[in-house]
């Protein structure tokens, strides 16, 4: 599968962003979906998933209740709403597919090329 996730920016402290990723290639309501983030000289950190229904999502305990993130299987796209955002969340954005419901990096097996997300303080 391939991913396209866009919607990157610079915001200052307090603002909103919303990222996007597009899927195409294989049968995207079949598989979850996350968003992980990965700050200059830091490893890759899980942020966010959704179960292949979107019935389901899980999220790091640093974005809970400030991030949401959706799916749309007719649009074969899942999206992260980013409210609130604070300095510490600036990091190239991620998204990926998988078969497990995880936050585990190494269970997703497709992965988008990033999206920067500046958040100034």
């Known amino acids: 599968v391939q991913l396209q996730a866009s919607g990157g920016g610079l915001v200052q402290a307090g603002g909103s962003l919303r990222l996007s990723c597009a899927a195409s290639g294989r049968t995207f309501s079949r598989y979850v979906m996350g968003w992980f983030r990965q700050a200059l000289g830091k490893e890759r950190d899980f942020v966010a998933a959704?179960?292949?229904?979107?019935?389901?999502?899980i999220y790091a305990n640093s974005v809970k209740g400030r991030f949401t993130i959706s799916r749309d299987n007719g649009e074969n796209t899942v999206y992260l709403q980013m409210n609130s955002l604070k300095p510490e969340d600036t990091a190239v954005y991620y998204c990926?597919?998988?078969?497990?419901?995880?936050?585990?990096?190494?269970?997703?097996?497709?992965w988008g090329q990033g999206t920067l997300v500046t958040v100034s303080s």
């Open positions: 990926a597919s998988g078969t497990a419901f995880t936050g585990l990096p190494y269970e997703y097996d497709s």
């Open positions: 959704i179960s292949w229904s979107g019935g389901t999502t």
